[in-house]
């Protein structure tokens, strides 16, 4: 299969460090966060990679090249303005062809098996996607979700376990069929609908996680490091 990261971002709650240097570039334990990404995208035996980029791109394709130096294939998806999450995803279908692929965002950090993903992408039936989740964190993350009964995404509802969208996933193409190539799009209204629709499925992740979007969290990203990722 075939995996994206997405690295498309300008990283505003960053600066002034994303004014010189791309966001997926920071380095976590003297490595760039990307390549964190990479390196077990090879591991797990996903070495076609699709990266999309916009601002300060020109610093991603120099520093990662075709990928050959971490056991990948890089193909680059350019944007000349970003075109946030969903947006950027239908801009490089073309690059990610028409079987199931990964997803995931560039900017976290995470021990999370990409070896399961192949299965995943083999085990979706009739589902457009799934989700990775993680209970939710200590700061703010995006829309509070829950997986029901059925292994299905679902927004949090009363009761719910909250949980939040990891950053990990795999959709089939036809999840982003609505949206036009080079079309701005965001990536929640896409997923409430195919939640409404139960064709997401879902799985809790409870392994090592952030979501590096502050100078802080990158320092915790560090400090995670020393105490057992891999």
């Known amino acids: 299969m075939k995996a994206m990261i997405l690295a498309a971002g300008r990283g505003e709650r960053m600066r002034p460090l994303t004014d010189t240097c791309p966001k997926p570039l920071l380095e976590v334990g003297g490595t760039p966060l990307i390549v964190w990404h990479l390196r077990r995208l090879a591991e797990a035996g996903i070495t076609d990679v699709v990266i999309n980029h916009a601002w300060l791109g020109s610093m991603i394709e120099e520093r990662l090249g075709d990928g050959s130096a971490y056991g990948v294939r890089i193909q680059y998806s350019v944007e000349d303005v970003a075109l946030e999450t969903a947006g950027g995803i239908a801009k490089a279908l073309p690059l ?3 079987e199931p692929f990964a997803v995931i ?16 992408a083999q085990e979706l039936g009739e589902n457009l996607g799934h989700l990775v989740m993680i209970k939710k964190a200590d700061y703010p993350t995006g829309r509070d979700l829950a997986i029901d009964a059925q292994d299905k995404a679902r927004l949090c509802k009363e009761g719910d376990q909250a949980m939040t969208f990891a950053g990990v996933a795999v959709y089939r193409p036809a999840f982003f069929a609505d949206i036009a190539a080079g079309q701005t799009a965001a990536l929640l209204p896409s997923l409430m609908r195919s939640m409404e629709k139960s064709q997401l499925q879902a799985e ?11 100078v802080e969290r990158l320092n915790q990203a560090d400090a995670m490091l020393k105490v057992g990722l891999d």
């Open 96 to 98: 990610l062809g028409d």
């Open 105 to 120: 965002n560039g900017d976290i950090f995470t021990d999370y098996d990409f070896s399961k993903l192949a299965n995943v």
């Open 204 to 214: 809790a992740f409870s392994g090592l996680w952030l979501d590096v979007g502050t």
